[in-house]
């Protein structure tokens, strides 16, 4: 459950990258609510998780999970530039992140 936990606090991290670029440097008032919003229940989410797993993978497995979906959705959605080596690099990023999960013990 902690791992689930973990994998949805990174898709809210995606979350809170997207609106936090989409806000404009908090100058819109709907992408900055949202971005509030999806940077609490992350952190809230890992916080949860963290009181059973240990800290190292499950952070990294957060972050993992944020950068890629990020990056993924920068390319779908706001025109960001898709290169053979991008695609590479967040494909070696969730194999990290899988890695990482598989490596990481509960308490």
Do not use: N
């Amino acid at each position: 459950m902690a791992w689930l936990l973990v994998v949805v606090a990174g898709l809210l991290e995606t979350g809170f990258a997207v609106c936090l670029k989409l806000s404009h440097g908090f100058t819109r008032l709907w992408p900055t609510i949202a971005f509030a919003c999806f940077a609490l229940g992350s952190f809230g989410l890992l916080t949860l998780a963290l009181k059973k797993l240990d800290v190292g993978p499950a952070y990294a497995v957060w972050t993992g999970i944020g950068a890629a979906g990020t990056a993924i959705y920068g390319m779908v959605f706001l025109g960001d530039l898709v290169s053979t080596l991008k695609l590479v690099s967040i494909s070696l990023v969730i194999l990290g992140v899988i890695g990482l999960q598989l490596s990481g013990s509960a308490h």
